[in-house]
């Protein structure tokens, strides 16, 4: 299984970026996904998830400008970013619990990564 992010760049604050995440592989079926960040000399940190039925949960510090959202036919994730502030510069990664073909459980894979820098 894989996960390949896409979607970073450099943008300046006040903008807009949406990043996408695409699952491959040998897979059964996706329960959540989510998208975690982390920022240099930081802890990754949480930033949103989505179950399959699609209930959301956010960080405090996105809610009202991150909206995440998913395509489970294409087993894609995405997370709309709007109003970018400079701390949300990060490395953000996607995640997805996954039941594979050979599998009876989730189990949790990663995406690469991929960058967003927002300039103030």
């Known amino acids: 299984v894989q996960l390949q992010a896409s979607g970073g760049g450099l943008v300046q604050a006040g903008g807009s970026l949406r990043l996408s995440c695409a699952a491959s592989?040998?897979?059964?079926?996706?329960?959540?996904m989510g998208w975690y960040r982390q920022a240099p000399g930081k802890q990754r940190e949480l930033v949103a998830t989505?179950?399959?039925?699609?209930?959301?949960s956010y960080a405090d510090s996105v809610k009202g400008r991150f909206t995440i959202s998913r395509d489970n036919a294409k087993k894609m994730v995405y997370l709309e970013m709007n109003s970018l502030k400079p701390e949300d510069t990060a490395v953000y990664y996607c995640?997805?619990?996954?039941?594979?073909?050979?599998?009876?459980?989730?189990?949790?894979?990663w995406g690469q990564g991929t960058k967003v820098t927002v300039s103030s």
């Open positions: 995640n997805a619990d996954v039941i594979t073909l050979f599998g009876t459980k989730d189990e949790t894979f």
């Open positions: 592989g040998t897979i059964f079926s996706i329960n959540g």
């Open positions: 989505i179950t399959r039925s699609r209930s959301t």
